[in-house]
């Protein structure tokens, strides 16, 4: 099984690489598999390469999906509180 997290786009870099922020952790990520990429996209992010764009709600919900996995609580407790204040957010938003 593969797994895709959603990611903001904080900046766009040389090299065709962009720094994104992910369940509170920023990473550096290829974008050699997609055009267009700009700060402040969401974007689903996997083994280092950004792989689709998506749109905020369709991020929102993933985050919030994946905060529901049982195993996810147990194994990755900061990264579930993570998504939960994320989920939260987004809901006040709106």
């Not at 786009?9 to 040389?14: A, N, P, R, Y």
């Not at 996209?41 to 994946?66: P, Q, R």
């Amino acid at each position: 099984m593969c797994l895709a997290i959603p990611a903001t786009v904080l900046e766009v870099c040389d090299n065709n690489m962009a720094e994104v922020e992910m369940l509170g952790v920023t990473r550096r990520v290829s974008l050699d598999m997609i055009e267009g990429a700009e700060k402040g996209d969401w974007v689903l992010v996997h083994a280092g390469f950004v792989i689709e764009k998506v749109d905020e709600e369709y991020a929102k919900e993933t985050l919030d999906l994946l905060a529901q996995i049982p195993w996810f609580d147990e194994e990755m407790p900061e990264a579930s509180e993570k998504f939960l204040e994320i989920a939260a957010a987004a809901e006040s938003k709106e």
